[in-house]
Nanobody
Framework: QVQLVESGGGLVQPGGSLRLSCVAS????????MAWYRQAPGKQRELVAS???????NYADSMKDRATISRDNAKNTVYLQMNSLKPEDTAVYYC???????????????WGQGTQVTVSS
């Protein structure tokens, strides 16, 4: 069974920073793209950033200058460093990954349970 577990969310003041982490565990053969999404109340889930296993990154325009996504392939972990946070960044942040487990020959898409980020004074 493959699982994604996020950590690092919390309450931060406007202008502050947070670093989210997501660890993939289970019987993993390989991981392709890892990504962070977010969903604010009443809004659709949206992509924040993604990174391939080769390190190629992609960012939402709203986070391009304020976020850095990185990964440690040896630890099956993806990180999201967010700076200059704004109240509109408040959302549940979800980890997402395309993972091939040892039980299957194809990649499947997995979601974490989400971690709350609240930006407020």
């Amino acid at each position: 069974q493959v699982q994604l577990v996020e950590s690092g969310g919390g309450l931060v003041q406007p202008g502050g920073s947070l670093r989210l982490s997501c660890v993939a565990s289970g019987s993993i053969f390989s991981i392709n793209v890892m990504a962070w999404y977010r969903q604010a109340p009443g809004k659709q889930r949206e992509l924040v950033a993604s990174i391939t296993n080769g390190g190629r990154t992609n960012y939402a325009d709203s986070m391009k200058d304020r976020a850095t996504i990185s990964r440690d392939n040896a630890k099956n972990t993806v990180y999201l460093q967010m700076n200059s946070l704004k109240p509109e960044d408040t959302a549940v942040y979800y980890c997402n990954a395309d993972i091939r487990s040892r039980a299957y020959y194809t990649y499947r898409n997995y979601w974490g349970q989400g971690t709350q980020v609240t930006v407020s004074s």
